[in-house]
C-alpha cells in the first residue's frame, strides 16, 4: 500500500508518502512540510499498522486504540460525536490560534479514514526514544462539559479533588526501570 498526499498550501506539489520502511536515521518530520494538514483522506488501511505499546491512558472508540504507523505516525481513533469533533478542531487550529504552544504540540497530519473510522494522524513524540517513559495527564481546572449533569460533574470532582487546586489530574504512566529493565505501569485508580 502507498498513499500519496498533496499538501493544500504547496504551489510546487511537495508531496508526503507513507511507506514501510526502517525508521533508523529518520527523523519523524523527514519531509518537507509534513506539520501542514493533506487534502486527501487514506482510504485503506495504512500497511504496518501496530498497537502503540505506550499508550497508558485514553479512550478508545468502538474498541479500537490507537496505532503506530510508518514514519511515526500515531492514528488516534476520533471519539463520536461533539467530543471528537472538537478534539479536531483544537488539533487543526492550535498553532494557528496559539503559535507559541506549537513547540509543545506533536506535528498533527490531519484527519485520516479507514475501515470506517475516523482518525487524527499525529506524530509519536516518544518514537525517538529508546524506552520512553509516559505520564498522561488532563490540563485543567475542569473536566466535565459546561452542560454537564449533576452526576457527571460529581463523578469528575470525585476523581481527584485537587485538581481544581493543581489544575491537572494524572491519568496514567508508564516508567521504565533502568534497574529492573521492566516497565512499571500506574493507571487512573492510582
Not at 510508518?70 to 488516534?76: E, I, M, P, R, T
Request: hydrophobic share 35%; aromatic share 8%; net charge positive.
Amino acid at each position: 500500500f502507498l498513499q500519496e498526499c498533496v499538501w493544500a498550501d504547496r504551489p510546487s506539489g511537495i508531496a508526503w508518502m507513507e511507506v514501510v520502511c526502517s525508521a533508523e536515521g529518520l527523523s519523524t518530520r523527514a519531509t518537507e512540510g509534513m506539520r501542514k494538514r493533506p487534502t486527501c483522506q487514506i482510504v485503506k488501511s495504512p500497511t504496518a499498522l501496530r498497537r502503540l505499546d505506550h499508550i497508558v491512558a485514553g479512550h478508545t472508540v468502538q474498541g479500537k486504540a490507537a496505532m503506530l504507523g510508518a514514519l511515526g505516525v500515531l492514528y488516534k481513533p476520533v471519539q463520536k460525536g461533539e467530543k471528537g469533533q472538537r478534539e479536531v478542531n483544537f488539533y487543526e487550529q492550535a498553532e494557528r490560534l496559539c503559535p507559541q504552544l506549537g513547540p509543545f504540540l506533536p506535528a498533527f497530519h490531519g484527519t485520516h479514514i479507514f475501515h470506517a473510522m475516523r482518525y487524527l494522524a499525529m506524530e509519536d513524540i516518544a518514537i525517538r526514544f529508546n524506552e520512553p517513559c509516559v505520564l498522561d495527564i488532563k490540563i485543567g481546572v475542569r473536566t466535565y462539559e459546561p452542560t454537564a449533569s449533576r452526576e457527571k460533574v460529581e463523578s469528575e470532582l470525585s476523581k481527584c479533588p485537587a485538581q481544581a487546586a493543581v489544575g491537572f489530574r494524572p491519568c496514567g504512566m508508564r516508567v521504565y526501570g533502568t534497574h529492573s529493565r521492566q516497565y512499571r505501569c500506574r493507571n487512573k485508580d492510582w
